[in-house]
């Protein structure tokens, strides 16, 4: 089990709560996607961040130099894919079949 595996399965034994107020907190404190060419107005308007986690928007996105793998929490949660904004949070992405 890898750093991604484990911190989803402590989020999975928190409360709806606890879990809401992490994701905040987080989107706050290590998220970069506000910073992406990816990113737009709508996904703003939307409050849309922290893809790699919540999983792609429903906002038309064109991917323009992905900046997933310079974000703190795609090292710190060793994260092996990218684009999450168009195609899924990191273990949608790990579970597709190819």
């Known amino acids: ?11 999975s034994e928190m409360s ?7 994701i905040e907190m987080e989107k706050k404190r290590i998220c970069i996607c506000r910073d992406c060419s990816s990113f737009n107005q709508c996904i703003g308007e939307n409050k849309d ?5 919540l999983g792609k928007t429903n ?11 310079e974000c703190p ?6 994260m092996k894919h990218t684009s999450y904004c168009a195609n899924g949070s990191e273990e949608e992405q790990r579970t597709k079949i190819v």
């Open 59 to 69: 906002c038309k996105s064109e991917i323009v130099n992905c900046m997933c793998s």
């Open 49 to 53: 961040a922290l893809f790699c986690i």
């Open 1 to 11: 089990m890898d750093k991604f595996e484990e911190v989803l399965e402590k989020m």
């Open 73 to 78: 929490a795609y090292t710190k949660f060793q």
């Open 16 to 22: 709806e709560k606890q879990l809401k107020t992490l």
